[in-house]
């Protein structure tokens, strides 16, 4: 009897646990609960195109672009799914926008079903992921980190097959299609699968961080391989690659320890983006009645164009109409300006950016144009990314020679206005004129190094100077090498006077082997040039040497001296700066951290000139030997030291 009883109990605890386990299996299960997923897509565009659980944020607003989809009722079967509000667009019956509450959500796929009365329902498939990793595991960028510029269309091309694409499955073929190497706006062909082939290259450099100009889809007649025209925000361009080889260069990035720095914009997108032919609302666009009633004819004529000042995001005394002409503006007639005060245009934007973040596993964005949207939209964007991602960085675009202008668009900032970008990092163009001006010009009391003294001394304006973002040149400006009108001497001086401050470091592609644009100063086709070795057939090659000159090998070498060094400097990453007033032609700028001092030497004299060091005795150097970080030669600090010529001398406590 006992035996029987202790059986059945058996029998019956294991039959509770299957029913259980069932039940389990049904709650947690990847298919909607209760009803049969049905695995379809009626719907000609749903986005985000998926979506993930486990955000701060536990809502979602979907865009659903179907013909007369307003005339449909949306509903969803799925545990911890529910919809919040339907909103419907004032310019066309063709969207639709969900709201949906997923606080509650498990992961998985589930329906979206649209109904319309005396009409077939129309079924869409939607899913959402679990998350790849937490949070705070998304590290951004920081002044340990040196970022790699590439413009990818001219940089490599490793996949010809890519070159000529007829566009997305399902979508017409794209505009502009072939390739001209002779044309310097055309197409050149560099793509996705070229950096990833490259990456040792640039990691052998010194550089720890890639940023490329954007490579989502710019399906435009011409001038679409720089990227800042985007037709499409959730395409990678197919002249470029896929999104799996994007996914790809992220990831062989964080394998060699690397990041992946997304170019956004948040401004503006390309004439031909799937929406300009079927806006949703009347206000989707800034002065979107203007190019409405003129887009037959649409052109330079009928743009009403920014009016570049960016001033007036802080003037206090700059008029409304000024205010609108710099925020509300076009940039150009192909690049319609988005209306951020829009709240579903805000949403969207935010969104896409959190999307491109996680699908990509980004470790940090660059976004364009940053004084020229709504700033108040600026703030809820980079806040919405910092709330999600409290590590992670963003560095915006403010092209101002002005300290407080650039200081004010940084996180901490003490504004008088009460603003707070929320942003981590800005990019420093002030200090960037002031360390070429400081080396051209002649010596005299405002003119010369003093330049970069007094620049440095602006630092007191920033909430955090190592976070902004300092560089020599860009895919906008003319080279350094033709900034420095051709003297490697002298650009050398600057490349180690940028990459020393206490700041974050941003190179542009081929400024290691002296690429410039002399032909044409400030020419964007010519300044983004093709990098020698990228293509079958270039008669020079950087990638391995062949073909160089011998001032080319010296600063490749140079750089790469330079970035490696910076690579495993606590005192240039994190150190306390003290710099001496410019005496004689000279400038002496110290890093300091723990046991290492880096010192930074810049000589404008032509010949020997001896330096008595005993006025810098407070650096506690004196009978400590240093090591020269680019010759390797060493030395014991005294009381004097020789300088032999004109040129940057870079010091170290750290021997080996």
């Known amino acids: ?139 951004g960028f920081n002044s340990s980190d040196a970022v790699y510029l590439i413009t990818p269309d001219r940089f490599v091309n490793a996949t010809i097959e890519n070159d000529s694409p007829s566009g997305i499955e399902g979508q017409p073929e794209l505009l502009e299609r072939t390739i001209d190497r002779t044309n310097s706006y055309a197409r050149h062909g560099g793509d996705i699968s070229g950096v990833i082939k490259h990456i040792d290259y640039i990691k052998d450099l010194g550089f720890t961080a890639i940023w490329p100009q954007p490579m989502l889809i710019n399906d435009m007649q011409e001038g679409s391989y720089h990227g800042y025209a985007i037709t499409d925000l959730y395409q990678i361009d197919p002249r470029f690659g896929t999104i799996e080889e994007y996914k790809a260069l992220s990831k062989k990035l964080q394998d060699n320890g690397m990041k992946l720095i997304m170019d956004q914009v948040a401004n503006h997108c390309g004439l031909y983006h799937w929406w300009m032919k079927d806006l949703p609302f009347k206000d989707w666009l800034n002065l979107q009645r203007n190019f409405e009633e003129n887009k037959e004819n649409w052109g330079h004529s009928y743009t009403t164009y920014s009016n570049h000042r960016r001033t007036t995001n802080q003037d206090i005394y700059a008029s409304e109409a000024d205010k609108k002409g710099n925020n509300e503006g076009w940039f150009v007639a192909t690049m319609p300006d988005l209306n951020q005060r829009n709240p579903f245009m805000a949403t969207y934007i935010i969104q896409n950016s959190i999307w491109w973040i996680e699908t990509a596993q980004l470790g940090g964005i660059r976004q364009d144009t940053y004084p020229y949207p709504d700033k108040a939209f600026m703030s809820d964007w980079a806040g919405a990314i910092m709330t999600e991602y409290p590590n992670f960085t963003i560095v915006g675009e403010e092209w101002s020679y002005n300290p407080l202008l650039i200081g004010y668009w940084q996180e901490g900032a003490k504004n008088n206005d009460g603003y707070d970008s929320n942003l981590k990092s800005t990019m420093d163009f002030a200090m960037q004129k002031k360390v070429v001006d400081a080396i051209k010009e002649k010596e005299s009391w405002d003119k010369g190094l003093v330049k970069i003294y007094e620049g440095l001394a602006n630092d007191f304006h920033y909430a955090s100077p190592k976070d902004i973002m300092i560089f020599p040149d860009n895919h906008d400006m003319s080279r350094i090498f033709t900034q420095m009108d051709g003297d490697v001497v002298n650009t050398k001086m600057a490349m180690a006077t940028y990459a020393t401050m206490p700041r974050i470091m941003q190179m542009y592609y081929g400024t290691e082997i002296l690429m410039n644009d002399f032909e044409i100063p400030g020419d964007h086709g010519l300044i983004r040039t093709d990098f020698p070795g990228g293509w079958d057939g270039d008669a020079v090659n950087a990638f391995t040497g062949q073909g160089l000159t011998e001032a080319q090998k010296d600063m490749q070498l140079f750089i790469k001296k330079l970035f490696n060094y910076r690579k495993n400097s606590k005192a240039i990453h994190e150190g306390k700066t003290v710099h001496f007033a410019p005496f004689v032609g000279t400038y002496f700028m110290y890093r300091t951290f723990g046991d290492e001092t880096v010192v930074l030497i810049l000589n404008k004299n032509e010949d020997i000139i001896t330096i008595d060091l005993n006025y810098q005795s407070e650096m506690g150097l004196k009978g400590k030997t240093l090591k020269n970080i680019i010759t390797g030669e060493e030395k014991l600090w005294g009381d004097v030291i020789e300088l032999k010529s004109k040129g940057v001398t870079l010091l170290t406590t750290k021997i080996n």
């Open 1 to 139: 009897m006992k035996t029987f009883n202790f059986r059945m109990f058996v029998i019956i605890l294991l039959s509770l646990k299957v029913v259980v386990s069932c039940k389990d299996a049904d709650v947690n299960s990847n298919s909607q609960n209760k009803t049969e997923l049905i695995n379809k897509n009626d719907i000609e565009r749903i986005e985000p195109p998926n979506w993930w659980i486990g955000f701060e944020n536990d809502s979602l607003q979907l865009l659903v672009k179907h013909q007369n989809i307003a005339d449909y009722q949306p509903s969803i079967s799925y545990e911890g799914v529910s919809i919040a509000k339907v909103s419907k667009g004032d310019n066309s019956n063709n969207y639709l926008f969900i709201d949906l509450d997923i606080s509650k959500a498990s992961s998985g796929k589930f329906n979206i079903t649209f109904e319309k009365e005396n009409s077939e329902s129309l079924i869409a498939t939607y899913e959402l992921k679990d998350r790849l990793k937490p949070s705070e595991e998304y590290i």
